[in-house]
């Protein structure tokens, strides 16, 4: 019964996942079909990302106190919902707002799928597997999105690459009904509405001051609103007992690496799609279908290399593959600043190889060392905030893609920032400090069981 529960959380989170992609490609028919705006563009993919990193924790702790397959079941059905409104939408803003509503439902796949994997695989060398191959999903859906909807755009337009998600959510929602038990946490977490709030609130004005700030006057002002939110939320977190945002986590090196390489390594992925597809489309001249067949070798490296770098990091550590990573995210971006409307297709080719290599090596580490070592009541917390950190970088990358001039330079510090940050968290002296933290919660959550209850 494992490997059913095993396909059937890859599965949605392949789903999930490829909704950023897979919509990249789809831009430039945006741009002409809907007459949507350089900013319009980002929101389609940004409203989307946003909403799953604002409430990808919330919807952990949910599943952790109501049942993971029951909220699971429910953001299958809402992701369904979401993807008909996104097909049928007549407008750019109708589109973003449909995106939205899809993001609710895929807020309770990720993460949920994860602590499911978590809970059903106990033994340490089987669940890293079991990890590593589901972290190995994120980036292969990342990957293959782009080849997806250009098959998809140029055989039926940019409104396929919605509607296709529907028959895949039906045989998930029948399978999961069959095959995936129900499971909570030892110990239900309390709502935090306060913490909810704040967390939406930094968030969202980071990301509409760095979309917004070439043509509104309010940009400024929401960065002060989202410092304030920032330190509203560093207060407010640690004076309650079961806090939105688990900052006790973050005494594991391990963790807090992980989450930090996260925000880095999606932040350069999400500007190479946003602007990959788009220089393919519009500054070469390629369909989409070809554009999106330009990205194979990516999609051939993570399918091929994932597995294995999920194997190597069971067995060895995730140093390793982070270093691997972080060199392959610098010298792409690097090389990407160089590409123009007459570089010759096989060097841009080679270039993509680079960012193939980065995306294989990059997310099953992170997703690892996020839960390895925490006891099982924490697994949805902790794979929520590695899942927040992933969408939280994608919408920056995504968001700070608009700018322009030097991104492909900031794409490579920030492959240098995955390097220093694997040297950094993954020594012993790391590792023990995620012991100690697991063992803070531990006993945390053996003086709540051996609580009197009357």
């Given at each position: 019964?494992?490997?059913?529960?095993?396909?059937?959380?890859?599965?949605?989170?392949?789903?999930?996942?490829?909704?950023?992609?897979?919509?990249?490609?789809?831009?430039?028919?945006?741009r002409?079909?809907?007459?949507?705006?350089?900013?319009?563009?980002?929101?389609?993919?940004?409203?989307?990302?946003?909403?799953?990193?604002?409430?990808?924790v919330?919807?952990?702790?949910?599943?952790?106190?109501?049942?993971?397959?029951?909220?699971f079941?429910?953001?299958?059905?809402?992701f369904g919902?979401g993807?008909?409104?996104?097909?049928?939408?007549?407008?750019?803003?109708?589109?973003i707002?449909?995106?939205?509503?899809?993001?609710?439902?895929?807020?309770?796949?990720?993460?949920?799928?994860?602590?499911i994997?978590?809970?059903?695989?106990?033994?340490?060398?089987?669940?890293?597997?079991?990890?590593?191959?589901?972290?190995?999903?994120?980036?292969?859906?990342l990957?293959?999105?782009?080849?997806?909807?250009?098959v998809?755009?140029?055989?039926?337009?940019?409104?396929?690459?919605?509607?296709v998600?529907?028959?895949?959510?039906?045989?998930?929602?029948?399978?999961?009904?069959?095959?995936v038990?129900?499971?909570?946490a030892?110990?239900?977490?309390?709502?935090?509405?306060v913490?909810?709030?704040?967390?939406?609130?930094v968030?969202?004005?980071?990301?509409?001051?760095?979309?917004?700030?070439?043509?509104?006057?309010?940009?400024?002002?929401?960065?002060v609103?989202?410092?304030l939110?920032?330190?509203?939320?560093?207060?407010?977190?640690p004076?309650?007992?079961?806090?939105?945002?688990?900052?006790r986590?973050f005494?594991?090196?391990?963790?807090?690496?992980?989450?930090?390489?996260?925000?880095c390594a999606?932040?350069?992925?999400?500007?190479?799609?946003?602007?990959?597809?788009?220089?393919?489309q519009?500054?070469?001249?390629?369909?989409?279908?070809?554009?999106?067949?330009?990205?194979?070798?990516?999609?051939?490296?993570?399918?091929?290399?994932?597995?294995?770098?999920?194997?190597?990091?069971?067995?060895?550590g995730?140093?390793?593959?982070?270093?691997?990573?972080?060199?392959?995210?610098?010298?792409?971006g690097?090389?990407?600043?160089?590409?123009?409307p007459?570089?010759?297709?096989?060097?841009v080719?080679?270039?993509?190889?680079?960012?193939?290599?980065?995306?294989?090596a990059v997310?099953?580490?992170?997703?690892?060392?996020?839960?390895?070592?925490m006891?099982?009541s924490?697994?949805?917390?902790?794979?929520?905030?590695?899942s927040?950190?992933?969408?939280?970088?994608?919408?920056?990358?995504?968001?700070?893609?608009?700018?322009?001039?030097?991104?492909?330079?900031?794409?490579?510090a920030?492959?240098?920032g995955?390097l220093?940050?694997?040297?950094?968290?993954t020594?012993?002296?790391?590792?023990?400090?995620?012991?100690?933290?697991?063992?803070l919660?531990?006993?945390?959550?053996?003086?709540?069981?051996?609580?009197?209850?009357?």
């Amino acid at each position: 019964m494992k490997i059913p529960v095993l396909a059937i959380c890859c599965a949605s989170v392949v789903v999930a996942v490829m909704d950023i992609s897979i919509v990249t490609v789809a831009l430039p028919s945006l741009r002409r079909d809907l007459g949507a705006s350089t900013e319009g563009l980002q929101w389609t993919v940004d409203a989307y990302t946003l909403v799953l990193a604002g409430f990808l924790v919330l919807a952990g702790s949910t599943a952790d106190r109501f049942g993971r397959k029951r909220v699971f079941l429910t953001g299958l059905t809402v992701f369904g919902l979401g993807s008909l409104l996104c097909s049928v939408a007549p407008g750019i803003g109708w589109l973003i707002a449909a995106r939205a509503v899809q993001a609710v439902g895929g807020t309770m796949l990720n993460p949920v799928a994860l602590a499911i994997v978590v809970t059903t695989f106990p033994e340490p060398a089987a669940r890293a597997r079991a990890i590593g191959v589901f972290g190995s999903m994120s980036g292969l859906a990342l990957a293959l999105g782009p080849i997806l909807g250009g098959v998809l755009v140029d055989g039926l337009g940019w409104r396929a690459v919605f509607w296709v998600n529907v028959p895949i959510i039906a045989v998930a929602i029948a399978a999961t009904a069959v095959f995936v038990p129900e499971s909570r946490a030892a110990r239900a977490r309390r709502f935090d509405p306060v913490g909810q709030l704040l967390v939406v609130l930094v968030l969202g004005c980071v990301v509409a001051a760095i979309i917004e700030a070439r043509r509104s006057p309010m940009t400024l002002g929401l960065l002060v609103v989202a410092g304030l939110a920032a330190f509203a939320l560093l207060r407010h977190e640690p004076r309650r007992a079961d806090p939105l945002l688990e900052l006790r986590l973050f005494r594991s090196v391990p963790f807090s690496g992980a989450i930090a390489t996260a925000l880095c390594a999606l932040c350069g992925f999400g500007a190479f799609l946003f602007l990959t597809t788009q220089y393919l489309q519009d500054v070469r001249g390629l369909p989409a279908l070809d554009a999106g067949l330009c990205l194979l070798p990516v999609g051939v490296l993570v399918l091929f290399l994932s597995p294995r770098v999920g194997r190597l990091v069971g067995t060895r550590g995730p140093r390793l593959p982070l270093v691997v990573a972080g060199v392959a995210l610098a010298l792409g971006g690097t090389a990407s600043a160089w590409l123009g409307p007459a570089t010759p297709l096989p060097l841009v080719l080679a270039d993509f190889l680079l960012f193939g290599v980065f995306l294989a090596a990059v997310n099953p580490p992170i997703t690892n060392s996020a839960v390895s070592g925490m006891p099982a009541s924490m697994a949805g917390v902790a794979g929520s905030l590695a899942s927040a950190g992933r969408q939280t970088g994608t919408t920056l990358g995504v968001a700070l893609a608009g700018a322009g001039a030097g991104i492909w330079w900031l794409v490579a510090a920030l492959g240098a920032g995955v390097l220093v940050l694997a040297l950094v968290t993954t020594g012993l002296r790391a590792t023990a400090t995620a012991a100690r933290a697991a063992a803070l919660f531990a006993e945390v959550e053996g003086a709540g069981l051996r609580r009197p209850t009357g």
